[in-house]
């Protein structure tokens, strides 16, 4: 079990202290303009301290590429590091306190320890991530032509049993929720026939949602493309829709920002995905040409504000059936993950903010008259609205830090879990 090492809550206060009297001024300023439009900030800052984003376990090390990963300093070498991580960055946001583990990169002997220990750090446990889309040691079926959808029946019945070690793993650990992205697809015209793959990932999928406890989801993830470069099974939302609506109720749809074509309306997918019940959660991250696991928020801010404008729409219409997941899914190749997963689970918080800002009445009127550019109008408002006060008092009002970057910095993290984390020296490639 790893040594415990933290930020010290006195040394985020002591960082508070610096900041809070401009807080103070820009809230108050803030208040007062919303107020001219019937707005409460008390409210919104209220339902901002409710916001919730998943930090991906595997978000925490170092991402890198087929080419190379050049790995930082205190790389956490286990998931018991990584919580450490996930720890600080939810002792700064107070918006991640749960964890999103991917099995077998974090599998460990004790379940029951592994559970212990996030307890006393404050941490939950969300979305459980299977893994078969790489050959573990010791396998003794390759997934290299496909898992859940392989040609051969015992590969797939390999798949399938992993998952459900995985819903097992994850009932120890006090989730309730599977996330199943499979990789499996064809290089070459012709190397696969479409409808036999998809009837195989249907039978693997109805096996998998069998052993699904009552109150369990099993969110299925879209992509379109990589490792699979002609065809990929599940290639987009309507395959992804499809096989959610043939499982079962309790399977549905997950939505990765970066798994789309450039230029897709993923807003409109996703108020498909509501309006059909079948919309499970999110891997929020951004991309400028394929799936590029950027920073959330980093590249189409505005993209990312119109999805919480369906989102909150949702919740606004009271719509049945509406309950998704928030996790950030993020490759950090040259930055400190902790600051990168720090400042992206407060860009998604950002992009609710400023969505429950728009005047939704307004909005139905101006859409009802087709009055385009009011409509426009109506939803930039909100965008361009700072809500940064709303953000920083959610934070301070929850002992979070009102400059999580200063304060991490500050308390020089990094460079003292260094010195507890030995360079593994190979730096290799690939995500992880
Ligand atoms: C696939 C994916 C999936 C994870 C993996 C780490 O690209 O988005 O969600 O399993 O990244
Ligand atoms: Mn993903």
Known sequence: MAEQIRISDEQVAENNQLHLPGLEEDYAALGRTLARQSIDIGEITERA????????????????????????????????????????????????????????????????????????????????????????????????FGSLTHTDAATREQAVKHNIQCIEWGRQLG???????????????????????????????????????????????????????????IQDWGSNLLAAMELGEKAKSLVDLGHHAPNTNIEMIVSRLIQFRKLGGFHFNDSKYGDDDLDSG???????????????????????????????????????????????????????????????????????????????????????????????MARYQQQGAIDPIGSYRAAGYRARVAKLRPASGHSGSGIV
């Open 49 to 144: 301290r409710a916001f919730e984003i998943a930090v991906p376990s595997w978000g925490v090390g170092t991402g890198g590429t087929r080419f190379a990963r050049f790995p930082g300093i205190g790389e956490p070498r286990n998931v018991y590091e990584k919580l450490q991580d996930c720890a600080v960055i939810q002792q700064l946001s107070r918006c991640t306190p749960r964890v999103s583990p991917h099995f077998p990169w974090d599998r460990v002997d004790d379940f029951t320890e592994l559970r212990e220990y996030a307890d006393a750090l404050g941490l939950g446990w969300d979305s459980i991530n299977s893994n078969t889309f790489q050959d573990q040691p010791g396998q003794s079926l390759s997934y290299k």
């Open 175 to 233: 989730s309730d929720c599977l996330t199943v992205w499979v990789g499996d697809g064809a290089n070459h015209p012709g190397q696969q026939h479409f409808q036999r793959a998809f009837e195989r990932y249907l039978d693997s999928g109805r096996a998998i949602y069998a052993a699904l406890p009552d109150d369990w989801e099993m969110h299925i993830e879209h992509k379109m493309f990589e490792p699979a470069f002609y065809a990929t099974v």
């Open 298 to 392: 980093s590249i189409h801010p505005y993209q990312q504000f119109l999805i919480f404008n369906e989102l909150v729409d949702a919740q606004h219409r009271r719509q049945a059936g509406f309950g998704p997941r928030y996790l950030l899914d993020q490759s950090h190749n040259v930055t400190d993950p902790v600051e990168s997963l720090v400042n992206s689970a407060l860009e998604v918080q950002r992009s609710y903010v400023k969505a429950l800002l728009v005047n939704r009445e307004a909005l139905d009127h101006h859409q009802e008259n087709n009055d385009a550019i009011m409509a426009s109008n109506t939803l930039k408002a909100a965008f361009n609205t700072d809500v940064s006060p709303i953000l920083a």
